[in-house]
């Protein structure tokens, strides 16, 4: 069965990211009415050159319009959605029924693809949804595999099935958080969540407010509303058997070595079931590959019938750093002299040993004996970040290549 592979975008430079390292679409969101306000985003002419790069490889680009909105809200989303048709946008990713009965009115040819927002966990929501138009349903996080089998069963074969396959997961798994709200006054369905579950958090008795007592696992506390982050790679297969078509990836805040290390690994896990559906087999290095990025710990959350309970809980901490960090975003290779074209990213120095991550293929080590700046000066130590440097290297690499450090 033909999948898709559907990664996140926080600005341009990680769409591109997620193209080279094999995604066939891309999620990102206009500078209003996605739920991501604090990425990067992209303004109205950005939206349209985002189509004009994605079309011209042969990749889609989904726009997440996924707010709660207000009445207020409604003209400036009608000139909106108006604007997403006319520059080609391949679909809308969508949760609030006004929304959708608005694009139906104004924008017919708009794809209309329901956001894990509207928190469709059963076949008769399904349904309902298909027949306001929606082409395509991003299922609940609270689904198992087995019920997201009987959505599809239920629904016409033109309406697809989308899931979330890796990534951070709120506690309220569907996104349908208040905490934000309450705590912080930010307003979650309009993209500004605190993400104010990854907090610690103590109790106290009502009478000795003074008091504290720390609910704690070990001597670093506990973060009791925190998730471990969502990982299917072991596990493609079942999920394919029950009909989703695309998997997402989670992470528009996220780094653009983020973008490229997940998609990259799922890219070669799905090439892997497509070719050989009835034995597939995640192999150690793709799996090993998620670890080296952020993450939080994994979970396999509800869809192999656990319920998201304490064995979901990262009582840790809100973020892991991951077993390797982002150096060098590579601007292309001088085949004349040998060297690796970069922009610098993060510290370091010669005498390091890095990663060379290309799409599809194993990392290649490069073992840093030399750096040269623009103007022909070399240096010990890359301290300047977006510093373009030369690296020489044997090893080729093409633009939007990724160098890494592996932490110790």
Known sequence: MKTELLSPAGNFEKL????????????????????????????????????????????????????????E?????????????EIGADAAIVSDPGVISLAREVAPALELHLSTQANTLNSYAARFYADMGVKRVVVARELSVDRIKKIRDALPPEVEIEC??????????SGRCLLSNYLNGRDNYKGECVQACRWEYAIHEKGRKEKELPIEEDERGTYILNSHDLKTITFLDELVRAGVYSFKIEGRMKSAYYVAS?????????????????SYHCEKEWDEELYLCSNRGFTEGFLRGGKGGAESLSYDNSQSAGGAE???????????????????????????????????????????RE??????????????VQEKLYLPSDCEASEWDILRRRRA
Do not use: W
């Open 326 to 368: 982002f150096v060098a975003k590579v601007l292309g290779y001088d085949f004349e002299k040998k060297r690796v074209i970069i922009e610098q990213r993060n510290r370091f120095k010669v005498g390091d040993v890095l990663e060379l991550m290309s799409p599809g293929k194993e990392p290649r080590e490069i073992l840093v």
């Open 164 to 173: 979330f396959a890796h990534g951070a997961m709120c506690i309220s798994y």
């Open 371 to 384: 750096i040269e700046k623009e103007n022909g000066e070399k240096t010990e130590d890359a301290l300047l």
């Open 262 to 278: 997940c998609t990259d690994a799922y890219r070669r896990a799905l090439d892997s079931l497509e070719k050989e559906p009835l």
């Open 73 to 85: 809200d409604f003209p400036e989303l009608r000139d909106y959605l108006l604007f997403l048709t």
């Open 16 to 71: 591109k990211v997620a193209a080279h390292f094999g995604a066939d679409a891309v999620y990102f969101s206009g500078k209003k009415f996605g739920l991501r306000a604090y990425a990067g985003n992209f303004s109205h002419e950005e939206l349209k050159d985002a189509f004009s790069y994605l079309h011209s490889i042969g990749k889609k680009g989904y726009v997440t319009v996924n707010c709660f909105a207000y009445d």
